[in-house]
């Protein structure tokens, strides 16, 4: 069974640094990608970007371009999303998705609040 | 970037009715990749439809999708209580990949 295993909660500072992580079973974590979705609170799905873990070949939306790092590391089968100095606008959940193009399966979702 | 505007935001039916949602894109999707996902409150999306028309595993038939193009419709035949949620299209077809803005689902 495939599955997406997530990071828990977060509660950070502006300016402080985050990484989030999501651990894929169930299937070869190389060959497959891996994106992150945003959702702010009450708001719609924004696609963030993509890696693929075989090569780290990653692409971002140009509305995350210079905001987050996606990483991934196959030795222990888990891709990274990472802040160097957050934002209170990026307060939101955000998901982890298998899936290069659409998503075929999601992560629980990691709820990161940013609060001064 | 492509821009996709789902209409109506709210849809208020009855279970037992005939759902229609649509999705249209700022310009041509291209080979028709246009993704359809479920959300319900507190859980992560879930995947409904693929390449605009194909079910994907496990989704019952009474979901299904169609268009080309700028113009795709996801249909859902008799609403059932579990599929007052809300939807949400996707196209992968031009980078970056985006979303629609979703539209509600709600018993009337």
């Known amino acids: 069974e495939v599955q997406l295993v997530q990071s828990g909660a977060e509660v950070r500072k502006p300016g402080e640094s985050l990484k989030i992580s999501c651990k894929g079973s169930g299937y070869s974590f190389t060959t497959y990608w891996i994106g992150w979705v945003r959702q702010m609170p009450g708001k719609g799905l924004e696609w963030m970007g993509i890696i693929y873990p075989g090569d780290s070949d990653t692409r971002y939306s140009p509305s995350f371009q210079g905001q987050v790092t996606i990483s991934a590391y196959q030795s222990i089968s888990t891709a990274y999303l990472h802040w160097g100095s957050l934002k209170a606008s990026d307060t939101a959940m955000y998901y982890c998705a298998r899936g290069g193009s659409y998503f075929h399966h999601w992560g629980q979702g990691t709820l990161v609040t940013v609060s001064s | 970037e492509i821009v996709l505007t789902q209409s109506p935001g709210t849809l208020s039916l009855s279970p037992g009715e005939r759902a229609t949602l649509s999705c249209r894109a700022s310009?041509?999707?291209?080979?028709?990749?246009l993704a359809w996902y479920q959300q319900k409150p507190g859980q992560a999306p879930r995947l409904l439809i693929y390449g605009a028309s194909s079910r994907a595993t496990g989704i019952p038939d009474r979901f299904s999708g169609s268009g080309s193009g700028t113009d795709f419709t996801l249909t859902i035949s008799r609403l059932e209580p579990e599929d007052f949620a809300v939807y949400y299209c996707q196209q992968y077809g031009s980078s970056p990949w985006t979303f629609g803005q979703g539209t509600k689902a709600e018993i009337k």
């Open positions: 310009q041509s999707v291209s080979s028709s990749y």
